[in-house]
Structures are given as structure tokens and as C-alpha cells.
T-cell receptor
Framework: GAVVSQHPSRVICKSGTSVKIECRSL??????MFWYRQFPKQSLMLMAT?????????EQGVEKDKFLINHASLTLSTLTVTSAHPEDSSFYIC???????????FGPGTRLTVT | AQSVTQLGSHVSVSEGALVLLRCNYS??????LFWYVQYPNQGLQLLLK??????LVKGINGFEAEFKKSETSFHLTKPSAHMSDAAEYFC???????????FGKGNQVVVIP
């Protein structure tokens, strides 16, 4: 149980365009979802926390107008990178947690390359 | 401030030898503790976790870790390394018992045949 999927697994987009990444909890209701960014050979950096039906809480230094997060249902959260630039190229990982749970379940990640 | 420390970004171990990855945290309240493994271009897989109870916890793939409150540590061990253990390992801590995680910088484990 506790499976989290992400789509797409890889995406290449041109500079200036927007790209949407989906994160789904397949077999449980995710009241909280987290979005992380991981640079090569580095740890995960938390970008934002989203609770279903509420606005996301962004970490310091993360541009909320650039990284739009929507958590409209208990099984789906989306991250939209707007007006992407090459420096946005990274590995984006989502995770999900159920009501009152301390444990996060991680998706397989999305490799974004902006050309 | 709460923090998680993993020393030694790269760890080389011979096949069949002991794997030891160190994790220390700073916190004034008891945390929940996790070890995750990440294979290239994949997400994180939970190896084991400590919340309450027995301080020695066993996880998947033969790994175990011991919570030592007096040392604020949660070191990960495996008695005998296997080639398939080559991966990145992250220690993570949930402070205040909520579901927000702080990650260590990770250890890249290389297994030498």
C-alpha cells in the first residue's frame, strides 16, 4: 500500500514555457502533500507544503508565483513551473501523507530539463 | 535550531564488509527518525523508521539502526554489504512529531567487489 505516482517521469520544455507535474496518491487519501527539489548529488530541498483545499505554504526563498501548487483533491496535487528557465532544470519529487500521519510516501520523481 | 548531520558524502565499502552510516540530529524534543534509500533517477524508499518503543529498529534489505537519545544519533548499519546496496542514503528527522521532514545531506555508498 501507500503508493504515490508522478507524471511525467521526464519532461523537456523550452525556455519561457510552462510545465505541469502531477502527483497522485493511488491507494490512500493524502491530506498533505510536499514538493521537493533535488539538485544533482545533493539532498532534497523542501519547496512547499500543501493541504487539500488550502493554499500551499512555501519555504523561504521559493517563488510562489513561479512554482504554482494546487491540491484540489485528496489524491492529486500539481506543481506548475511557469515561464521556465534553464536554471529550473532539476529533479522534482513529491510526497504525500495521510490525516494525522507522520510518515511521508514519496513519488518516483520528475526530471525537468529546460532548454 | 533543529538540524540533521550526515558526515562523509561518499562512503566506500568492500562487498561483505560492514556498512555504517552516521546520522546525528539536534533537537530539544524527541524526534521521529527515518532512513531512506535512493537509486539513480528514482524517488525515496523507506528503509526503516523510529517513532517510539524499541530503540533498535530493523528495516528492509538487512539494514538496522539504533536510536541513542544520549548521543542524539540514529546510525544505520548492515553487517555485510552487497553490490545492490550501492545507492544514496538519506537520514531524515521529523521534529515536533509532525509530518514535516528535515533531510541530511546524504551518503553516496559505493560497494567495491
Amino acid at each position: 500500500g501507500a503508493v504515490v505516482s508522478q507524471h511525467p517521469s521526464r519532461v523537456i520544455c523550452k525556455s519561457g514555457t510552462s510545465v505541469k507535474i502531477e502527483c497522485r496518491s493511488l491507494d490512500f487519501q493524502a491530506t498533505t502533500m510536499f514538493w521537493y527539489r533535488q539538485f544533482p548529488k545533493q539532498s532534497l530541498m523542501l519547496m512547499a507544503t500543501s493541504n487539500e483545499g488550502s493554499k500551499a505554504t512555501y519555504e523561504q526563498g521559493v517563488e510562489k508565483d513561479k512554482f504554482l501548487i494546487n491540491h484540489a483533491s485528496l489524491t492529486l496535487s500539481t506543481l506548475t513551473v511557469t515561464s521556465a528557465h534553464p536554471e529550473d532544470s532539476s529533479f522534482y519529487i513529491c510526497s504525500a501523507a495521510g490525516q494525522g500521519s507522520y510518515e511521508q510516501y514519496f513519488g518516483p520523481g520528475t526530471r525537468l530539463t529546460v532548454t | 535550531a533543529q538540524s540533521v548531520t550526515q558526515l562523509g558524502s561518499h562512503v566506500s565499502v568492500s562487498e561483505g564488509a560492514l556498512v555504517l552510516l552516521r546520522c546525528n540530529y539536534s533537537s530539544s524534543v524527541p524526534p521521529y527518525l527515518f532512513w531512506y534509500v535512493q537509486y539513480p533517477n528514482q524517488g525515496l524508499q523507506l528503509l526503516l523508521k523510529y517513532t517510539t518503543g524499541a530503540t533498535l529498529v530493523k528495516g528492509i534489505n538487512g539494514f538496522e539502526a539504533e536510536f541513542k537519545k544520549s548521543e542524539t544519533s540514529f546510525h544505520l548499519t548492515k553487517p555485510s554489504a552487497h553490490m545492490s546496496d550501492a545507492a544514496e542514503y538519506f537520514c531524515a528527522v521529523s521534529f515536533y512529531g509532525n509530518n514535516r521532514l528535515a533531510f541530511g545531506k546524504g551518503n553516496q555508498v559505493v560497494v567495491i567487489p
